[in-house]
């Protein structure tokens, strides 16, 4: 039965950590993004983040976040990242529908890569940021 279940490859859908200037606490605060750049609505996403240090063994609590219906070609913020997690390796596994059809992929930020000379402009948000995709 498991051999029946046919999960395609994701494309054009992804996550990214940005920097951002927070106006109500007046500081810059690093959020996550899920980006939907495709031309169709992604459906009753499902997020799971968590971060991790194998060789420290040192490993966040479980974030859960739900997102009903993501338009074609905009974009949700997923959570609030502490700078203290980015020495971890941050994960996000993400479950959607699009259509019928179900998708599934794992989006990691290892460890030490959410800094600030890896920015880069991202076109969908027009943010600096990191992508995973």
């Known amino acids: ?32 993004y899920l980006i939907n750049d495709r031309s169709q609505d992604v459906e009753m996403a499902i ?14 609590s479980v974030m859960r976040k739900t997102i009903q219906k993501l338009p074609a070609k905009s974009f949700a913020k997923v959570e609030l990242v502490q700078p203290d997690l980015f020495k971890l390796t941050n994960f996000f596994n993400t ?12 989006y990691v930020f290892e460890k030490n890569t959410i800094k600030e000379g890896a920015l880069r402009m991202i076109k969908q948000l027009n943010k600096e940021g990191i992508i995973a995709r």
């Open 1 to 32: 039965m498991k051999k029946d279940i046919k999960i395609p490859e994701v494309k054009d859908v992804f996550m990214a950590i940005v920097k951002e200037y927070n106006e109500e606490f007046q500081c810059e605060d690093w959020n996550a």
């Open 47 to 60: 997020i799971v983040s968590k971060g991790y240090d194998e060789d420290k063994m040192i490993e966040t």
């Open 95 to 106: 479950t959607f529908f699009i259509g019928n059809t179900m998708y599934d992929k794992k």
